[in-house]
């Protein structure tokens, strides 16, 4: 019986090697974990976590003990919302001026979605052009 437990104790390092070899570019390994909102032309606003490529959806990969850094450097308001997954605390969610940060820290393994709201241009900003619809920023965080 021992044994056994040893092998498939073995089988899931394994696996867990494996899946982060796969998704090594979505993996975040220790503390660093960003996601950065910007303002662009096309679709109002994307994010990009730790300094990868900017798109409206993201799915990530993160250890259990976590957090996630949100950051917004749109030119509007974004508030982060879990929209499924086990619940969770949101520190600061409403992300109102540029810069602002919401930290999202993962206690407990599962799948998370998450989508932010976005709120009015700021004043300064309210001129700036966009094309096309907004972007819904969505994100799946899968925790081990
Ligand atoms: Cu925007």
């Given at each position: 019986m021992k044994r056994k437990k040893r092998i498939r104790r073995l089988v899931a390092?394994?696996?867990?090697?494996?899946?982060a070899l796969v998704v090594s570019s979505?993996?975040?390994?220790?503390t660093a974990a960003t996601l950065t909102?910007?303002?662009q032309l096309r679709g109002c606003?994307?994010?990009?976590?730790?300094?990868?490529?900017?798109?409206?959806a993201q799915s990530i990969q993160l250890s259990r003990g976590a957090t996630l850094t949100v950051k917004n450097n749109d030119v509007m308001p974004h508030k982060l919302v879990r929209t499924?997954?086990?619940?969770?605390?949101?520190?600061?969610?409403?992300m109102n001026h540029m810069g602002a940060?919401?930290?999202?820290?993962?206690?407990k393994a599962g799948v998370y979605k998450f989508n932010?709201?976005?709120?009015e241009d700021y004043s300064w900003a309210s001129q700036m052009k966009t094309k096309?619809?907004?972007n819904v920023l969505r994100l799946t965080v899968t925790v081990r």
């Open positions: 390092a394994l696996a867990v090697c494996a899946g979505a993996s975040a390994h220790g909102i910007r303002h606003h994307t994010w990009s976590f730790n300094a990868g490529p900017y798109k409206a499924s997954g086990p619940a969770l605390q949101i520190r600061t969610p409403l940060v919401a930290r999202v820290p993962f206690t932010t709201k976005p709120g096309g619809e907004d």
